[in-house]
């Protein structure tokens, strides 16, 4: 039996909210978009439509992955940020709107000083590609552990035609040369802590765990960055983290304990500790 956008959306809801997921609806119209490869506005226009066999197959294993968790960016491979389309993978975090504060911070303190910009933990190369975008006369270098979120930022690169980034791979400043230094060095690191219950649930569940646990109560990976950051600085060079939100305090301890000055920190457009930066002189 064929059924109608209309039908297969609202079944779709139904499981999807039974199933746990807190935005059944719009997962199911994205899913739904994916499977026809159609914009939103199709359904709405066509909600009489009948899927074919092939549609329907197509939907229902997607839908299948979701029920079980699996998030919508990895399922479609693609997530927006900075309104770039971004290929993600499992491999690599996926990209939040929060870390979109980050963005914007670092976008306010490249006008205070000229040369090139590194982003450690780059991960699919979010945070590097939307500043990249926005400063086309800056070099930004981004770095990752991972082969995999190296291989998937230089695609990325490729893909939205920025030539001013470069992505290597190694241990934060191992692939950097000594002599080498920076405007603004900034990070999304692992910052949770291993025993926190939040990784058992939503999205993280799926998650590479090495792009989201750090020793220390989740600062380990902050202190060894900060501590080393410095011989990487230019003067007046500024150094930024995104954090949990409830880290402001340790990390701005952190940043001054290391000699960093004009120590703030942000908050996220739901009003939590966010970023924390600083400035070395």
């Not at 693609?78 to 993600?88: A, D, K, Q, T």
């Not at 504060?101 to 303190?109: C, I, Q, S």
């Not at 241990?171 to 910052?191: E, G, H, L, Q």
Request: glycine residues 6%; aromatic residues 8%.
């Amino acid at each position: 039996m064929k059924y109608s956008i209309e039908a297969v959306l609202k079944r779709a809801s139904l499981v999807l909210s039974e199933s746990g997921s807190e935005s059944a609806s719009l997962d199911a119209a994205v899913l739904l978009c994916h499977a026809l490869d159609k914009p939103r506005s199709y359904l709405l226009t066509w909600p009489e439509k009948q899927l074919t066999d092939d549609e329907s197959a197509q939907f229902e294993s997607l839908l299948a992955r979701r029920i079980q968790g699996e998030p919508v960016a990895y399922i479609l491979g693609e997530r927006e940020f900075w309104s770039l389309p971004l290929n993600v993978a499992s491999s690599t975090l996926i990209p939040r709107p929060d870390t979109e504060r980050l963005v914007e911070l670092a976008l306010d303190k490249a006008q205070l000083l000229d040369g090139a910009v590194l982003d450690l933990g780059t991960g699919t190369g979010a945070i590097a590609l939307a500043l990249a975008s926005e400063l086309p006369s800056r070099q930004f270098v981004g770095v990752d552990y991972q082969q995999e979120a190296v291989d998937l930022a230089a695609g990325n690169a490729m893909k939205l035609n920025l030539s001013n980034v470069s992505f290597y791979q190694g241990s934060w400043f191992t692939p950097i040369a000594t002599d080498k230094t920076f405007a603004m060095i900034v990070s999304n690191p692992p910052y949770i802590d291993k025993n926190d219950p939040h990784l058992s649930e939503g999205d993280v569940r799926f998650e590479p765990a090495t792009a989201l646990i750090a020793e220390n109560n989740g600062l380990a990976d902050i202190e060894y960055i900060t501590e080393n950051a410095p011989q990487y600085l230019m003067n007046n060079g500024w150094l930024m983290f995104e954090h949990g939100f409830e880290q402001g305090d340790a990390v701005r301890t952190i940043l001054l304990r290391n000699g960093f000055t004009n120590v703030t920190t942000e908050q996220d457009y739901a009003g939590n500790d966010r970023v924390t930066l600083g400035q070395w002189l």
